[in-house]
């Protein structure tokens, strides 16, 4: 039985609203218990922080010697961003700040705040990690949304299959999260690289993954979850599934671990030919984690 490589990655959300931190922490308690969860089978977790996040762990010297441990067994500590297109926008963006106003009030009527450009972003991330390099930048509508310091990123929009390039949901398509190959292209001077997930939100789409990995005949498969309570079970019977298959953790990965260790092939993409068929995605939201 082939047993590919696998990635979870989890998603910490910005929550860039008044009294937005009460939601950071109680998110922050289910994180724990996904990261024990995964400790039993020794899985590798790639845990991907918003700049709320980052500043919320960094505030705390126990919530930060808890940090060193998740990354001293192993697990990814990287960033996650969510675009002015979001409804649930982080607050940073490098387009000028006049123009975001309009932009978003197509989008969300609340109150929010703009909180700066990428550079306080990335200088938000790095007090949790200094040399940050991946995330899920929430790009795949807007490659303008990729800070110069992430290069190992999972939001293309792209298939990481086939020979057609072709947009797919992380919602709807369980395909999305394979990756015969690694997405290779140069963004503002700056070359980057990107893998792709599937969305495990519910015991649903945790079901259609387990049979996608079985179907597979190479390459590696990922999959997003987000710091949810009401994701717990779906999370804890894909961990549970991934230990059936793969009961020692050899194939357990996290983002860095695929890229560095060359672990599939990479391949070139045409960048601006992603960017023009995304471009009429923007207001849709289908794409957007």
Not at 104 to 131: A, H, M, T, V, W
Not at 134 to 140: D, I, L, R, W
Not at 176 to 184: A, C, F, H, R, T
Request: aromatic residues 10%; hydrophobic residues 35%; contains cysteine.
């Amino acid at each position: 039985m082939f047993i590919p490589y696998y990635y979870i990655c989890v998603h910490n959300e910005p929550y860039n609203v008044p009294n937005g931190e009460k939601r950071i922490a109680r998110d922050y308690d289910v994180l724990c218990q996904l990261i024990n969860i995964a400790l039993q089978r020794d899985i590798k977790l790639t845990l991907m922080f918003t700049a709320q996040w980052a500043d919320y762990i960094s505030s705390d010297s126990f919530r930060m010697a808890r940090l060193k441990q998740w990354a001293e067994i192993g697990h990814e500590i990287a960033a996650h961003h969510h675009n002015v297109y979001h409804i649930n926008w982080d607050g940073y963006t490098n387009y000028p700040p006049e123009s975001v106003k309009p932009m978003r009030q197509n989008i969300q009527p609340r109150k929010e705040r703009f909180l700066g450009n990428f550079d306080l972003y990335i200088s938000s991330l790095q007090k949790i990690n200094p040399g940050i390099k991946s995330g899920c930048m929430n790009a795949e509508l807007d490659k303008r949304e990729l800070p110069d310091r992430i290069i190992y990123d999972t939001s293309l929009g792209a298939a990481n299959f086939g020979e057609e390039t072709r947009l797919l949901s992380d919602f709807e398509n369980p395909v999305k999260g394979i990756n015969e190959y690694l997405s290779v292209a140069t963004y503002k001077e700056i070359e980057r690289k990107w893998l792709t997930h599937y969305q495990v939100n519910n015991n649903r789409n945790s079901g259609q993954a387990m049979k996608t990995v079985l179907g597979m005949k190479q390459g590696a498969y990922g999959v997003i979850m987000h710091s949810f309570k009401r994701q717990l079970s779906s999370f804890a019977a894909y961990i549970e599934f991934l230990h059936g298959i793969d009961p020692s953790a050899s194939h357990s990965m996290t983002i860095s671990d695929i890229v560095e260790q060359k672990l599939i092939p990479e391949r070139p993409v045409d960048l601006e030919k992603i960017q023009a068929m995304s471009e009429s995605l923007k207001t849709g939201g289908q794409f957007i984690c």
